[in-house]
């Protein structure tokens, strides 16, 4: 096998039949002569009657499980797991633990489980979490956690370590590690924090820091690239469901009745597709990687009208960031503001369209519509039972990693099992629906909606998502 050079910021081992991995940094590329210790899972009562509880150092996960027979093997990443050595003796660790970005369910179970991860398999005493995001670094906000602290926060929904968009400053987060002697940062969030957490590393490295820097992905929209799903979108699909039944009965219960649904999804529609698969209620999912338009034939308009002779009542979902182009057409202000974290500031989506179905159906037909945005009473409720197990594996994987040595890293599942995956793999793109794909297919066969593309735009999205990529 080859490898990069060392001093290449990636990793990139290659290998018989097209193999490819794409390694993440460890800490020997640096400090070649860093000593080692034997891992304290070793003797550790619970892991004793696993069979073989460290993980191989050649095991690897490939990105793409559909293959052909004369395909070559492809990408893969580092299996995550814990290994025989450790480069941290617990009694040195300084770790700690930051949230940021927006909530989202789960955010208190990964905090809990990394706490409890460093304190009962390795025998760390010493954990900071970072009040109030990235600017808690340097605001030197701190709270002191250990087992008694985080015990029952996984029942609450939101982080006890609070939270903010923006407010990072490299220089300044990394001056605060230093000075606090922190040698382990943990770093939960989306895909803007960890562009910041591949910035600190890059800081951390540069002045050549024993300092490991490890991610947990975490975002709601499923938008992270590579991985299979993040916490808090299975228990953002279940609650979403309490909004679609509710706007399904006050469709069912007046004549021409509609219930219109706005969920989360800024460049996104998976919890708006999964929660119109998962309902069976819903008559019409928009979402923003699908266009469509309102007026005239094969238009959403017409579809409303045919649905509502049919069946006397509808249900329409939206995710927040579909047709904003409709929108911006028809608004004087052009200026694109933007939020802390630099995402653009998404007009309500839901309010305009509203309007828009009242106003065209105003002469034609009495109608009833009701309009639920139930956004921030998803975002703040606990994980459930699926996400805390999500949670939990998340959690120490990035643990048995950090303490295994490697670094510059976010953990994620990968058809099904949990690796290292580098910063930039995470960071390069958005994930987002294929609507050439079988699961779009399916939700408009459930839907039966017309897919509102115009012709002339259907062969251009032939062309979304990664060329020679088989989904489900």
Same mark, same amino acid.
Do not use: N
């Given at each position: 096998m080859s490898s990069s050079a060392p001093n290449s910021d990636r990793k990139i081992v290659t290998g018989p039949a097209g193999y490819i991995l794409e390694d993440v940094p460890h800490f020997t590329d640096d400090f070649p002569d860093h000593p080692t210790y034997p891992n304290p899972l070793q003797d550790n009562a619970a892991y004793s009657v696993v069979r073989q509880y460290f993980v191989d150092e050649d =095991?690897?996960?490939p990105q793409k499980i559909v293959v052909h027979p004369d395909s070559p093997r492809g990408t893969h &990443?580092? $299996?995550a797991g814990p290994r025989q050595r450790v480069y941290f003796e617990s009694d040195d660790v300084l770790a700690c633990i930051v949230t940021c970005g927006g909530l989202c369910p789960g955010l208190n179970t990964v905090i809990r489980e990394i706490v409890c991860g460093l304190s009962y398999m390795y025998g760390v005493k010493r954990i900071l979490g970072i009040d109030g995001g990235? $600017?808690? &670094?340097?605001?030197r906000n701190t709270i002191h956690l250990d087992l008694k602290t985080v015990n029952d926060i996984h029942r609450s929904g939101g982080t006890i370590l609070g939270t903010s968009r923006g407010g990072h400053d490299t220089t300044k987060i990394v001056d605060s590690i230093q000075d606090r002697g922190i040698n382990q940062v943990y770093i939960i969030g989306g895909d803007g924090s960890q562009k910041g957490a591949a910035a600190i590393f890059k800081e951390v490295r540069k002045r050549g820091l024993k300092v490991a820097v490890a991610g947990i992905p975490k975002t709601i929209d499923n938008d992270i690239p590579i991985i299979d799903r993040s916490f808090g979108f299975d228990t953002a699909v279940e609650e979403a469901q309490r909004a679609i039944n509710a706007a399904h009965v006050e469709a069912t219960s007046f004549e021409n009745g509609i219930g219109l649904v706005k969920l989360m999804g800024r460049y996104s529609g998976f919890i708006a597709m999964y929660a119109t698969l998962a309902s069976r209620d819903v008559d019409c999912c928009l979402i923003p990687e699908s266009p469509f338009f309102l007026e005239g034939p094969g238009g959403l308009f017409e579809f409303? =009208?045919? $649905?509502?002779?049919? +069946?006397?009542? *509808?249900?329409?979902?939206i995710a927040e960031g579909a047709g904003q182009d409709l929108l911006a057409e028809s608004m004087e202000e052009s200026t694109i503001l933007? =939020?802390?974290s630099g995402n653009k500031l998404l007009q309500d989506i839901g309010l305009w369209i509203s309007q828009r179905i009242k106003d065209h159906f105003?002469?034609?037909m009495t109608l009833t519509l009701k309009y639920i945005d139930p956004t921030y009473m998803i975002r703040a409720i606990p994980s459930n039972a699926s996400d805390n197990v999500c949670c939990t594996l998340l959690a120490q994987s990035a643990v048995h990693g950090v303490m295994a040595g490697y670094n510059g890293f976010t953990v994620g599942l990968v058809n099904g099992r949990h690796t290292y995956i580098p910063f930039y793999r995470i960071t390069e793109k958005q994930n987002k629906v294929v609507i050439t794909d079988r699961m779009w297919a399916r939700l408009l066969s459930s839907t039966n909606?017309? +897919? &509102? *593309?115009k012709q002339e735009k259907i062969h251009s999205n032939q062309l979304v998502g990664e060329p020679g990529t088989m989904k489900w």
């Open positions: =095991d690897t996960v &990443f580092r $299996r990235y $600017r808690g &670094f340097y605001a409303i =009208d045919k $649905r509502l002779k049919e +069946s006397g009542h *509808m249900v329409i979902v933007k =939020d802390a105003a002469k034609k909606q017309p +897919s &509102f *593309m």
